[in-house]
């Protein structure tokens, strides 16, 4: 009896921890969906060196902008978005993970952007601000390093 008793105890258990896996995962998808969001809203807004508001945005102020509306704090500057917050993603990418730029493959991300589904990325352009691209954009896909989810 204390044998059944034990394995039903730790089946529920085991369970539980299983549903908080998938809360969390539920959790990360609302803020990531909700950060695209608030990036589309600004489509248009123009780009302002250092800028983390409406009045204007730089690329990683846009990115720490939209996920702060989404209740999620990251660090100011794409390299230390890259080097300080959430965790590589090696295949599968979905809405609201980062994607990050750099001169070389070998030096520190100077560009950051966010993945909005179906091969697209918005971010805050020095030539046309807040814009959607394609992943596959001439000048950004050479320079592509990694992407994050957060």
């Given at each position: 009896m204390?044998?059944k008793f034990i ?23 609302y803020?990531?969906t909700k950060?695209?969001?608030v ?12 800028g ?11 990115v ?11 660090n ?44 697209k ?30």
């Amino acid at each position: 009896m204390l044998k059944k008793f034990i394995v039903a105890f730790v089946l529920i258990v085991s369970s539980g921890s299983l549903f908080a896996n998938m809360g969390d995962k539920a959790e990360a998808a609302y803020y990531n969906t909700k950060a695209v969001t608030v990036a589309k809203s600004h489509i248009g807004v123009p780009y302002r060196w250092g800028g983390m508001s409406p009045s204007g945005f730089d690329c990683s102020g846009l990115v720490k902008f939209s996920y702060a509306k989404a209740g999620r704090t990251l660090n100011r500057t794409a390299a230390q978005m890259f080097y300080g917050n959430g965790y590589r993603i090696y295949s599968y990418i979905q809405p609201g993970d980062l994607m990050f730029f750099a001169p070389t493959k070998a030096s520190r991300p100077t560009h950051v952007a966010m993945y909005i589904g179906n091969g697209k990325m918005i971010m805050a352009s020095s030539s046309k601000g807040v814009m959607i691209t394609t992943t596959n954009n001439p000048y950004w896909h050479p320079r592509y390093v990694g992407t994050k989810r957060v």
